[in-house]
């Protein structure tokens, strides 16, 4: 007998555990969110984070992949004192929006316009997105540029799949690899949880995702960004989701329309390899910058380049996006 | 026909038994096609089957779960085909427009347990293109019955690229105990399906033929 799961009654049962967190770490600059709510993205609860007067202009500052929110907590008020009412949100499954059944670019998509939609209804606005933030923001402009005002992304423009270059009898066998990994995951993950530990556990283990970040912010990450259950801290990220991952789409694809882009554009690339990053550089994309669009290269900043250097990369991006008003 | 409840993740899969075996052959898994669901009795064209016959209801279909706000893919898809694989062991797959599609990756995927992959005609077979991704950011109005329309919107533009099918191809001939694991009977061939039914290993018999191959 199949029991057809009801949505609301899903939705519940989906949602994460909103534990208040007096957080026992500080973080020089670090600003708590001033506001904090939740919008219904078609049944899927998407958790926001504001920093900034709430009558400026809207800039909406988009996550990568495996992130939240709230790792903007020093770049955000940044922008936000230059007179911009930035805007963040969780993706569906990571920070404390809900998980779901399904994941998927197109679904990070229409969660993003239901926010917009929320905070910006018909009206332009600045974006700056960083990573798969990015790629999705593009994406978006591409599709509804009417929602766009300017456009900064930060190292999320992807040339080629991240990964060794690989002969082709090691590349399928790499593939069928990944594919047979994928399978076995989803045959455990609808029982799966995180793994506990304590704040510098968690920090130690992101730090194989963040290596040029320091002990200190990432222990300051836990305490924001994972929850505190009674065996330890767990990351809130949906236990489902895992990296890597297979499929038809090619990173590549997405840059041929990148030219296409008619907001003003702003791209950033760095030069140090992470494991998070696309390892992009600027001679394989900037035949495809827009036009009247940017790129800017930093040799010696990694992936996480506003984490890295927050004051500079505010500084750029304000100073492309121009006066708030 | 009987049902028995898969899990898959956080979705409830119906898997359907249509007819018991009459001998020790392996069983028949069919994939109903994009917008479709499991036939009530066993189809003519497989009837001469013998051992016993099931039918899958995708994510979003049938009595299968519909899951909140969508974020379908292929590959999603074949997650399902893994845990119906899990529960019957060894089958023949054959699938209908994009359960074909299913088959082909399920073949390739997991070649130790399918012991051939039959592509039929069927809806969702020809999906999207690379040039024709560009996504639509459409909201949908899920009235709680299935199919589920972001099943329909996202899997009718799934991109299908026929590099990608080839790779399945590949991965099935390497390990199958078969010598043409992988048969397309469909009468219509989009380009993906064209370079696959071109490929080494393929054949292309007419159903009755191909489950006579994989009895």
Not at chain 1, 47 to 76: C, I, M, Q, Y
Not at chain 1, 220 to 242: F, H, I, Q
Not at chain 2, 121 to 132: A, F, K
Request: with cysteine; glycine share 10%; hydrophobic share 40%.
């Amino acid at each position: 007998m199949c029991v057809r799961c009801p949505p609301l009654r899903t939705l519940r049962r989906l949602r994460p555990s909103l534990t208040l967190v007096n957080s026992p770490r500080t973080f020089p600059g670090a600003v708590t969110p001033h506001r904090h709510y939740r919008v219904d993205a078609d049944g899927v609860g998407i958790a926001v984070n504001e920093w900034g007067n709430e009558n400026d202009p809207v800039l909406a500052l988009v996550h990568g992949g495996a992130d939240f929110s709230r790792t903007f907590d020093v770049f955000a008020p940044l922008l936000a004192a230059a007179g911009w009412r930035v805007v963040a949100w969780d993706h569906r499954g990571h920070g404390d929006s809900d998980h779901t059944h399904l994941y998927s670019f197109e679904a990070d998509l229409r969660d993003a316009v239901r926010v917009l939609d929320t905070v910006a209804p018909h009206r332009p606005i600045a974006v700056v997105g960083h990573s798969k933030g990015g790629a999705i923001m593009t994406s978006l402009a591409e599709a509804q540029p009417f929602r766009f005002r300017s456009f900064v992304n930060l190292d999320g423009i992807p040339y080629r799949r991240p990964g060794p270059d690989l002969p082709e009898y090691q590349r399928a066998d790499a593939m069928n690899t990944e594919i047979t990994a994928w399978l076995e995951h989803r045959r455990r993950t609808a029982t799966g949880s995180r793994k506990p530990g304590t704040i510098e556990e968690l920090a130690r283990r992101r730090a194989q995702m963040n290596p040029r970040l320091s002990t200190e912010w990432l222990e300051y990450l836990v305490t924001v960004g994972a929850r505190e259950d009674a065996d330890g801290w767990r990351w809130k990220l949906d236990p489902s989701m895992r990296m890597g991952g297979f499929g038809p789409w090619r990173p590549e694809f997405g840059l041929f329309r990148l030219s296409g882009l008619g907001v003003p554009f702003l791209g950033v690339l760095v030069g140090a390899d992470e494991p998070m990053g696309w390892g992009t550089k600027p001679h394989q994309v900037e035949k495809w910058i827009p036009r009247h669009g940017r790129l800017e290269y930093f040799e010696d900043i990694g992936h996480f380049i506003h984490i890295e250097q927050p004051q500079m990369v505010a500084d750029m991006a304000l100073e492309f996006l121009g006066d708030p008003s | 026909m009987s049902t028995i409840t898969l899990r898959h993740n956080r979705i409830e899969l119906a898997l359907h038994e249509l007819r018991p075996a009459t001998d020790d052959c392996h069983p028949l898994l069919l994939l109903h096609g994009l917008g479709e669901r499991t036939p009530d009795t066993v189809p003519t064209d497989v009837e001469s089957w013998s051992g016993s016959i099931w039918g899958l209801d995708f994510t979003g279909h049938g009595k299968s779960t519909i899951p909140v706000g969508g974020g379908y893919s292929a590959e999603i898809l074949l997650g399902d085909v893994d845990a119906a694989i899990n529960h019957l062991g060894t089958v023949t797959l054959i699938g209908r427009g994009l359960g074909g599609y299913i088959a082909l990756l399920a073949a390739g995927a997991r070649a130790d347990a399918v012991h051939g992959a039959i592509i039929t005609d069927g809806p969702g077979l020809t999906g999207g293109t690379y040039e024709s991704s560009v996504p639509l950011v459409a909201r949908l109005m899920n009235q709680g019955e299935t199919p589920d329309p972001y099943a329909l919107h996202e899997l009718s533009r799934d991109v299908r690229a026929a590099d990608y099918a080839l790779d399945f191809v590949q991965f099935s001939t390497a390990r199958s105990e078969l010598s043409e694991p992988i048969n397309v009977a469909a009468k219509y061939q989009p380009a993906w399906l064209e370079a696959v039914a071109a490929a080494p290993g393929v054949a292309s018999l007419p159903i009755g033929d191909a489950l006579n191959l994989y009895r």
